[in-house]
Each structure stands twice: as structure tokens, then as C-alpha cells.
């Protein structure tokens, strides 16, 4: 079992920046991607970008040049990864949540509110 704890969400004004961070615990040996996902009220939860241990990333069309994901490659095995957001948009109000891929398994943590304020 993985768990997963965000942190770094808020409130924020558009075109501020936040910088949400993900650590995983348990059994981390073997997560092979994490990825940051968002869910607006009323909205499916969505892709906003994602990074696998060999460090490719993918980005949603919306936030492609605005944010950032990274990961801690300190560590032997992929335990803590980072969303650097910046020229924030009210549209990029949502809960954030992090999940990580372990085999065929995946684990969510429990989300962060980012808000942006216009």
C-alpha cells in the first residue's frame, strides 16, 4: 500500500503561483509514475500532468507552459514529486489530488483546494 499526502495548496490571486508537493510512503519500491489530477465542483476529475520514474512528463492542453512537474531524483525510488503552477487562471480552481502507479495497482491522496482569485 501507498499513501500519499499533498501539500502547497491555496488561495492565490491570477497570475500568482503555488507549488503543490506529493510524498509518498509505504511501499514505494516499484511506483513507476505519479501524476497530479484536479476536480472543479461539478467537473470529472482530470489529467493535469504526469511524470514516470524515468522522468518523461505529459501536460493537459490547458496547462502546458504554465506548470510544471518534477520529481525528487535524490532518491533511489520515486517518493516525492512537485507541480509548479504558475500564471494561475480561475479556471485552475479545483481540488488536486496525487496518485501514484505501483504495477498494476494506484493510490490517491486526499486532495489539496487551489484557489484562484480573479
Known amino acids: 500500500q501507498v499513501q500519499l499526502v499533498e501539500s502547497g495548496g491555496g488561495l492565490v490571486q491570477a497570475g500568482g503561483s503555488l507549488r503543490l508537493s506529493c510524498a509518498a510512503s509505504?511501499?514505494?519500491?516499484?511506483?513507476?509514475?505519479m501524476g497530479w489530477y484536479r476536480q472543479a465542483p461539478g467537473n470529472q476529475r482530470e489529467l493535469v500532468a504526469g511524470?514516470?520514474?524515468?522522468?518523461?512528463?505529459?501536460?493537459?492542453d490547458g496547462v502546458e507552459g504554465r506548470f510544471t512537474i518534477s520529481k525528487d531524483n535524490a532518491a533511489n525510488t520515486m517518493n516525492t514529486v512537485f507541480l509548479q503552477m504558475n500564471s494561475l487562471e480561475s479556471e485552475d480552481t479545483a481540488v488536486y489530488y496525487c496518485?501514484?502507479?505501483?504495477?498494476?495497482?494506484?493510490?490517491w491522496g486526499q486532495g489539496t483546494q487551489v484557489t484562484v482569485s480573479s
Open positions: 496518485k501514484a502507479e505501483r504495477g498494476f495497482s494506484e493510490s
Open positions: 509505504g511501499r514505494i519500491y516499484g511506483i513507476t509514475a
Open positions: 511524470i514516470t520514474s524515468n522522468g518523461t512528463t505529459k501536460y493537459a
